[in-house]
């Protein structure tokens, strides 16, 4: 009937700018035994969260008691772009570099943008059903998300493990309302439609895809410039090109990314398209603070930041950087020194320095 409750959630949803809404039954993760392999593997590298949380994303009791249905949602944030080879400066119209961020990134900080609307939304349906509980997530929560939006008919998993869909490829972020009601559920997305095609496997600057549905996070560029809290291995940086932080290399080549755009759910911050790595070396912890507060690109924080920006100047071998990556090297931050000195090396062993 289109007066349910299923028909008017998934409306309320959409009013609420989620461009992918279905429902999904609540019970054991249909991935959750790969999941466990992946993490046996030792392919989430130095994010231990995700070994300590492991045994609560079997099921999605672990963040709601009696949940009994799952309001699975996507939120669109930008859409493919012709995009250089890793290693082809990104420049401005000006002649000067900058550094390349995640489209997701472009904005505020995701999580308490849907948080405000996913709670808002749980407030309506709690009120619709009195007695009814309801909690919004998104990915801090030990949901296996993608389990449970293939689950909701959204899309099914593709070789670079990211959830595609025919009209939105895969620019959304994906997002859970948790409910005790006993919802209708959507039909489970069956099979998959990349064929044959492994363009994104083929495209990885760093080789991260194990092969198809595998990633080595250890590899992956996100991880390297946003995970790892440590030094990145030499041997992967040439292949993180301009990318300061996160990557969409993999996406940007996918097919089903290069239909017609669509409307961005998640406001973008044109300040944080594309940055300056030399300006970014000036920064104290106090400016990049006040810079990037509230936004994804606070979560390396200042040493890990200013760790990806000498490592981009590096790739870039352009001369013109060396005073501030002379100066910057006297941070009294090992990580960052070590970035620095690594990429004056690089320069100057294509160009003199002129000191």
Known sequence: MSDSIEARLKTKAREMGF??????????ADGFDRYREWLD?????????????????????????????VLMVGLTYGEASPTSPPNRPLQNE??????????YAQAPDYHGFIWNKLNSLGEWLDREIPGSRSRGVTDSAPLLERDFARRAGLGWFGKNTML???????????AGLLTTLELEPDAVHEGSHCGTCTACLDACPTNAFIGPGWLDARRCISYLTIELKTSIPEELRPGMGDWLFGCDVCQDVCPWNHGPGQPAGLPKRDDLVALD??????LTPEEFRRRFKDTPLSR???RGLLRN???????????????????ASKWDDELVREACEWAIAEITSRHPDPK
Not at 168 to 174: E, I
Not at 277 to 282: S, Y
Not at 309 to 327: D, M
Request: aromatic content about 6%.
């Open 19 to 28: 461009t992918l809404v279905g429902i999904a039954r609540a019970s054991q």
């Open 41 to 69: 593997r030792g392919y989430a590298g130095e994010m231990n969260y995700l070994h300590e949380h492991a045994e609560a994303r079997r099921h999605p009791d672990s963040i709601l008691d009696d949940v009994r249905s």
């Open 94 to 103: 000006e002649g000067g570099l900058h550094a390349r961020v995640a489209k």
């Open 164 to 174: 595609l869909n025919k009209q939105h490829g895969s620019f959304f972020l994906l």
């Open 277 to 282: 790595p030399v300006e970014l070396l000036g």
């Open 300 to 302: 390396p924080k200042w």
């Open 309 to 327: 920006a000498a490592i981009v100047l590096g790739n870039r071998r352009e001369s013109r950087a060396l005073p501030a990556l002379r100066e």
